[in-house]
């Protein structure tokens, strides 16, 4: 059996822009990427944490060391710079890998900065 599990998420970002015009996505710095378990064009659900709205995107990759967090498209009518956000990225896990599974997960400040280190 597999299961759907959370590996990777990034908690209490701040969206540093929202681009109406771009074709679609959330834009991310590759540092919080690679911290956070999340590859360049993986499914992403966005939360956002001011008002509770929910969506679905992909992530591409942004500016490394921008601390970018970026809303694309039409979703960027559902978000408002300043707003903290969740991303989550999931996969399938077999019950075999369930055993040695460890999500990662990024916690950052109002700067986007890691609270557990520099990124």
Known sequence: MLREMMIGKIH???????NIHYM????????????????E???VQVV????????????IT?????RTICING????????GDR???????LISEKELKEYEPKILL???????ILGEI
């Open 24 to 39: 679609g996505s959330i834009t991310l710095d590759p540092d919080m990427m690679e911290k956070s378990n999340i590859l």
């Open 12 to 18: 209490r970002g701040v969206i540093t822009e929202a």
């Open 108 to 114: 950052l400040n109002e700067k986007n900065e890691s």
């Open 48 to 59: 956002d944490i001011n008002n509770g709205k929910r969506f679905e995107t992909y992530a």
């Open 85 to 91: 956000i969740i991303i989550i990225s999931y996969g």
């Open 74 to 81: 039409a979703a960027a009518r559902l978000v408002t710079p």
């Open 62 to 66: 942004g500016k490394r060391g921008s």
């Open 41 to 43: 064009n993986q499914k």
